[in-house]
């Protein structure tokens, strides 16, 4: 019986001593690895449908960003023709 509490008093100082060191380990890691990812290596998971719809979501933000200077012409050209009328 004694044998049996000795030996996991040792295995929860092996425990103990683990999970003290862990933190440490980690951080050392966390430290030294440097991740680098191309850009296409990002979408390596995507289906086709994803893609697709990447695309028509680029598409859709360029239409979206060329709208505001579009505005602004033709609220200037508006603008010309009112003040030609007057």
Sequence with gaps: MK???KRI???QKIDEL???AMPKKIEDVHKNIELRIGFFHI???ASAEDRIMMILGSIAAIINGACIPMFGVLYGEVRD???KEI
């Design 3 to 5: 044998l049996k509490e």
């Design 18 to 20: 683990i999970v003290a």
């Design 43 to 45: 979408f390596r998971f």
């Design 81 to 83: 023709a009112m003040i």
């Design 9 to 11: 008093k040792e295995l």
